[in-house]
């Protein structure tokens, strides 16, 4: 059985054109709308994005404050760093080592990976979806984990084995994670953790890896155009000391500064619908920099695209009716992998 769920136009490789050392960027790339927005980057407002401790979370006497405080952060910020998350560091350090390593391989090396027409599974870039729209400085290398059936032959078993062993340990303990994240989630909303449970247990988990390359006018792109995630889940991992994701909050972009060992969580489009609004999905970007590449990796746990999605029965009531429609997953993925990336326009259209 196949599934596609969307593709993207095939377009320059960013890191072959970084490498020509270009003193001003193609015109394709520049985008004036996006810098005379207001930068908050004082540090005494960036330590203000919450920090939840995941060890406190499963302590039963520390549990009840830090669920408290989960519940504050996904309902005013929908972004969170997650610390003690209980992920083994070698495992976290090994994934690390191999993005960087994927990034570092001959151009036909990596092109042996390229997205392959109407898919969007591979090396490429996403969300293109005409010749004249803008790009991103950015290149991408993005793959379905599971469920199994939406694996593409030619990419995940054909990487060298240690990168295919880093995946597959990597996306099982991050799948795991989310899971404890979106029980605990559910806990602190009073809703019933089977709806959680039913929606996302068998969902799609993916991951996307992002390089950056050094860019001559940074102040003209955009790594990742402002938007919010479709998924119910985004777990963030900083694989560089290069800082570059911004947070919109109250009409301000705020830098996030990552911590040690930490985890940058993040509530998506879906898990906004699901919560009836009670958790809001963020707009985020990614800057770039001039004299250092940037690399992470957005893994994503979304719904069972085999299921429908809406507002949870357990939180709709005459006081707080439905605010989203339902709609089948699969078509919800559809819809939004036909569109540019552009704020949160696509989750405008599931309110009712």
Request: with cysteine; aromatic share 8%.
């Amino acid at each position: 059985m196949e599934l596609k769920l969307g593709g993207s136009l095939r377009v320059p490789i960013v890191q072959e054109l970084a490498k020509e050392k270009l003193a001003t960027v193609p015109s394709r790339y520049t985008r004036s709308d996006q810098h005379p927005h207001i930068i908050l980057s004082d540090l005494s407002f960036r330590l203000q994005i919450p920090v939840i401790d995941m060890q406190k979370l499963l302590d039963k006497c520390s549990m009840d404050s830090e669920l408290q405080a989960l519940h504050d952060a996904c309902q005013k910020w929908g972004f969170f760093q997650l610390i003690n998350h209980g992920v083994d560091v070698a495992v976290v350090e090994k994934m690390k080592l191999e993005v960087q390593e994927f990034f570092n391989l001959p151009l036909e090396e990596k092109n042996k990976f390229r997205q392959e027409e109407g898919d969007l599974q591979g090396y490429g870039q996403a969300f293109v979806v005409s010749e004249e729209q803008k790009l991103d400085w950015a290149d991408l290398f993005y793959i379905v984990s599971s469920p199994a059936y939406l694996r593409k032959p030619h990419l995940i078993p054909k990487l060298p084995f240690t990168f295919r062993d880093a995946i597959e340990v990597y996306a099982s303990e991050l799948k795991i994670l989310a899971m404890k994240i979106l029980k605990l989630m559910a806990q602190a909303l009073d809703m019933k953790p089977e709806e959680m449970e039913t929606l996302f247990t068998d969902g799609m988990h993916s991951m996307r890896m992002n390089y950056y390359p050094p860019c001559p006018q940074p102040e003209l792109v955009t790594g990742l155009y402002p938007h919010s995630d479709a998924v119910g889940l985004t777990i963030l991992l900083q694989v560089n000391e290069v800082d570059a994701l911004q947070i919109k909050k109250d009409g301000v972009w705020i830098p996030v500064a990552p911590l040690p060992n930490a985890f940058i969580i993040n509530i998506g489009d879906i898990l906004e619908i699901v919560t009836n609004g009670a958790y809001r999905s963020i707009e985020h970007r990614a800057t770039v920099n001039k004299e250092k590449e940037r690399i992470s990796i957005a893994t994503f746990l979304s719904a069972n695209l085999n299921g429908d999605m809406g507002p949870a029965p357990s939180l709709i009531t005459l006081q707080s009716p439905a605010k989203f429609k339902r709609i089948g997953v699969a078509e919800y993925f559809k819809g939004f992998f036909s569109r540019e990336l552009v704020g949160k326009s696509y989750l405008d259209l599931m309110r009712i």
